[in-house]
């Protein structure tokens, strides 16, 4: 039982930055691992970053060298800085939770926005 709740999305232009943010309802020490992932239209839904619990990050190539994920423990919060963003980073970002580190992602949040325009 972990319920997300995404924010932090919206309207900018490319080479700007944003961060999102997936706050959990409770201890985020109770979620193995916390992942960004996106989907735009017609495409088919992509990893683009994740965390441990103990703080081992990953990012897939989407989001190398542009995007950093984080946690805050205190807040039980993961977040996601996206710089230098790209009209293709265009996507609703959804964060999604592996609770035991099973790989089956049991809690989405609902979503957040970011539209980038050139």
């Known amino acids: 039982q972990a319920p997300l709740v995404e924010s932090g999305g919206g309207l900018v232009q490319a080479g700007e930055s944003l961060r999102l943010s997936c706050q959990a309802s409770g201890n985020i020490l109770h979620i193995d691992t916390v992942a960004w992932y996106r989907q735009a239209p017609g495409i088919q839904r992509e990893l683009v970053a994740k965390i441990t619990r103990d703080g081992r990050i990953s990012y897939e190539e989407c989001a190398k060298g542009r995007f950093t994920i984080s946690i805050d423990y205190s807040k039980n919060a993961v977040f996601l800085h996206m710089n230098s963003l790209r009209p293709q980073d265009t996507a609703r970002y959804y964060c999604?939770?592996?609770?035991?580190?099973?790989?089956?992602?049991?809690?989405w949040g609902q979503g957040t926005q970011v539209t980038v325009t050139s």
């Open positions: 999604a939770a592996d609770l035991r580190g099973l790989g089956l992602y049991e809690r």
